[in-house]
């Protein structure tokens, strides 16, 4: 993981130089390039979670579940630190998986339960769950943590939006 001694290139490759690269390929609409600069990463063994993660992603849009699910393994057995598993978790909500994205906060909170984003982002999928009470005191949890002036700000407005819906 992270950097590698390049031969090829005399330095040192980054993979998430290619993941970079494949992002904008996708955002750009050519599909297959982006696969092939993912492909290239991996097979030089480039490879991060946010590469792995965002491959997986572009697998699911070209509709190739083998290579989803096969991406999806490499994810499983790779050690993640806390943000790794939030980023993970993030892109499991965008694909409309809750229970993989629930399971990733969770192992983060346990590696990392003092950074108030985690909760942040259980409150979220709790939300989305229809756990109001969970998300209020994920919040308020999160609300505890956080040192940032301008998360906390958010994160006090979004507390007051819920309790306002009530």
């Known amino acids: 993981m992270g950097r590698n001694h390049c031969s090829r290139c005399s330095g ?11 992002i904008l390929h996708r955002h750009a609409g050519d599909l297959q390039s ?5 492909q290239a990463a991996l097979n030089n063994n480039y490879a991060s979670i946010n590469l792995i ?3 997986q992603l572009l697998a699911q849009k070209l509709g190739d579940t083998q ?3 096969q991406l999806s393994l490499q994810l499983i057995n790779i050690e993640k630190d806390p943000y790794e598993l939030l980023v993970l978790a993030k892109n499991e909500l965008q694909t409309g998986n809750i229970y993989s994205a629930n399971k990733h906060v969770e192992q983060a909170i346990v590696k990392a339960p ?4 985690l909760y942040l982002e259980l409150a979220k999928i709790r939300f989305q769950q229809g756990k109001t009470q969970q998300t209020q ?15 906390l700000n958010v994160y006090q407005a979004k507390l007051l939006s819920l309790s306002m819906t009530k």
């Not at 040192?12 to 494949?22: K, R, S, T, Y």
């Not at 982006?34 to 993912?38: G, P």
């Not at 994920?138 to 301008?150: C, G, H, N, S, T």
Request: hydrophobic share 40%; proline share 2%; net charge negative.
């Open 12 to 22: 040192i490759c980054n993979p998430e130089l290619f993941n970079l690269a494949g």
């Open 34 to 38: 982006a696969k092939n600069i993912y």
């Open 53 to 55: 993660s965002n491959y």
């Open 67 to 69: 290579l989803a699910q």
């Open 114 to 117: 003092y950074i108030a984003d």
């Open 137 to 151: 005191s994920l919040l308020e949890k999160a609300i505890e943590l956080e040192r940032d002036k301008q998360k």
